[in-house]
């Protein structure tokens, strides 16, 4: 029997560690900047075309290579960061697995220009896929400039599973704050298509957080300051009230390298228990300095993930630190009014006499009087309470009739649906009682002869009105609600970009809104219908959406849009109902085809038995 167990060549072995190391254009990204500052550069320039889908061009002001090791670079585990085992312990740079450059190389096609300060000609190398087609002499200033373009080019099913250009540019944006934010004392550009996303400039770590989320932010943030013998910690930490559900600005970073630590972000949690309610994250921006033989980052080729050899220690360090900050800035100060030695004030006599106007009343006149006698003061006053009796039963007749042929209409499908929830005969929507009861502010209670019907109010709603929108959109008739005074949208460059994209599709939902200077928008228009919603809350939800869930396909965008609007604008949980109001939610959830669950599959009417119920008792 031949042997059959073989040495992969370079080539495959590179692709099986990029898999690991280069995961998107934002790996890419991540891996050449760092470079780039372990090579002392002050200037960093980012170029990207189609959220590095076509090209991402690194451009650096750093110390450059030669000739031999622009070539030597490419090759596996080759570095210049460590020499022996023990130097992993001693880390003092971002880089030193010497797999960057090989992975990047081996998925696409790598353009480089560097020359040192003290070499008259740089190089320039090509390489495609792992194999180096060209090396020359060039004329290039001092420092690097990598080309990588056409990721993927060669592995088809990693390309086909890049994200759309929206969510790739947004895992760039995050990857690019975690570089930017630690090293304040560089200058970063960030290009997208020939605009320009960012440009900073050097400061202090306070201007780089201001500088990257908005200026507002600085006014958000509590100083923390820590040093002892085992841990430095620096930074900030953001007001209680400025805790946000979603995307919450939490930044960590050891030895000015970005880290995920759960145990050390619960630590932080603690400090704000009674502060800010269930579900809300707090801003921060930590920085740690610790001894290099304390800590291991040679755990994941990412090198986020990060052992610490006192992390107890640490964590107490870190909740009591944290802990002072929100009590030393929290307390509001006493005002103190210096009053030796200030001119007198004379008091005045703040009595004003008032004359009251006299009223004549006609004594004779009750209105609560009732007789068969038509005097002519009674005809006067009576007559409209007739006519508005007389309106009032008009109007509650005609709300009748149409509860009722909303019920009838939907009572087959209805009946079907609510029966498959339950497996049980269910009571025939004729025979439903028309008093509802609500539970906590979120369920709607009703009985059937089958048991009990549950409804969730909010989800309800989410479905009548996405069910709507979707109509609406099919049949070309979705209108839009201007708004009198136009909101202001104040984005991040990512969110502007991606909004950009989305706004045929959103113009096509009834969404009216324009650039502003910067990345500001105006939202002058809603869909109709939405009111008492917040406008610019909306388009974060959606932007949100977009980012967090990726953009389905571009058949289904218009149903991921609907139901993104559909759920800010339906009736939120713990809203108390009137009697009416229940009446016509519930028959415009049964009036429709799918009345059982929202459009994402979650449940909105459930039955609990009778016989589940008699054995409760």
């Known amino acids: 029997m031949s042997d059959v167990i073989k040495l992969l060549p370079d080539s495959v072995a590179n692709q099986i560690a990029a898999g690991e190391v280069i995961q998107r254009p934002a790996s890419v990204i991540k891996e050449l900047v760092e470079n780039a500052i372990d090579a002392q550069a002050t200037h960093i320039q980012i170029i990207l075309k189609d959220a590095g889908r076509t090209l991402i061009q690194i451009i650096d002001d750093g110390v450059g290579m030669s000739d031999t090791d622009a070539r030597l670079a490419f090759e596996r585990h080759s570095t210049s960061k460590i020499r022996t085992a023990d130097d992993l312990f001693t880390l003092h740079t971002m880089g030193f697995r010497g797999e960057a450059l090989a992975s990047i190389a081996a998925i696409s096609q790598v353009e480089l220009r560097t020359r040192r ?24 200033p001092v420092g690097s400039n990598f080309m990588i373009k056409n990721i993927f080019f060669n592995v088809p099913a990693r390309r086909k599973f890049l994200k759309t250009n929206q969510v790739e540019l947004s895992n760039i944006v995050k990857e690019f704050e975690k570089l930017a934010l630690v090293n304040h004392n560089v200058e970063f550009t960030l290009m997208h298509n020939g605009n320009v996303m960012y440009k900073l400039m050097k400061g202090t770590f306070r201007q780089r957080i201001a500088a990257l989320m908005g200026n507002s932010i600085d006014q958000q943030l509590l100083p923390v300051s820590i040093e002892t013998s085992l841990v430095k910690v620096q930074g900030y930490v953001g007001k209680p009230e400025n805790a946000r559900k979603r995307n919450a ?41 610790v001894d290099p033989q304390s800590i291991d980052v040679n755990i994941h080729p990412t090198k986020t993930e990060i052992k610490f050899e006192d992390e107890m220690p640490i964590w107490q360090i870190l909740a009591a630190g944290v802990k002072e900050a929100l009590g030393r800035f929290s307390v509001a100060p006493a005002i103190d009014f210096d009053t030796q030695g200030a001119p007198s004030i004379p008091a005045f006599n703040t009595h004003v006499e008032v004359h009251h106007p006299e009223i004549e009343v006609d004594t004779s006149y009750n209105p609560f009087k009732t007789s068969s006698g038509g005097g002519s003061g009674q005809s006067r006053h009576q007559a409209p309470e007739r006519q508005t009796m007389s309106n009032w039963d008009e109007l ?17 499908s209805a009946g079907e649906s609510v029966d498959e929830v339950s497996q049980e005969p269910v009571l025939p929507l004729g025979d439903l009682q028309s008093v509802y009861l609500q539970l906590k502010g979120r369920y709607i209670l009703s009985p059937a002869k089958s048991g009990l019907m549950v409804i969730d109010q909010h989800r309800a709603h989410v479905r009548i009105l996405f069910d709507r929108y979707i109509s609406r959109l099919h049949t070309g008739s979705m209108s839009s609600q201007a708004i009198l005074f136009p909101e202001v949208l104040h984005l991040s460059p990512a969110q502007s970009v991606a909004l950009q994209e989305l706004l045929p599709e959103m113009e096509q939902m009834g969404f009216v809104l324009s650039p502003l200077s910067g990345n500001d928008w105006s939202v002058n228009a809603i869909p109709a219908g939405l009111d008492g919603v917040d406008p610019t809350s909306m388009v974060h939800q959606i932007l949100d959406s977009v980012e967090n869930g990726g953009m389905p396909l571009k058949k289904r965008i218009l149903d991921h849009l609907a139901l993104t609007v559909a759920r800010s604008a339906a009736i939120p949980v713990g809203r108390s109902l009137m009697q009416e109001e229940m009446d016509i939610l519930v028959a415009d959830l049964l009036r429709l085809p799918e009345p059982n669950f929202t459009p994402d599959g979650k449940t909105i009417i459930t039955v609990i038995p009778m016989e589940q119920i008699n054995k409760m008792f």
């Open 117 to 140: 300060h003290d070499a008259q000609l740089g190089t320039r190398l090509v390489i495609n896929a792992s194999q180096c087609e060209s090396q020359e002499p060039d004329m290039c």
């Open 249 to 289: 600005l939490q930044f960590m970073f050891v030895n000015e390298r970005y880290m995920r630590h759960p145990y050390f972000h619960k630590a932080v949690m603690s400090a704000y228990e009674q502060l800010i309610p269930e579900g809300e994250q707090p801003n921060y921006f930590l920085r740690f300095t």
């Open 396 to 412: 509650f007749a005609n709300f009748e009739r149409k509860k009722r042929e909303g019920m009838e209409s939907s009572q087959q």
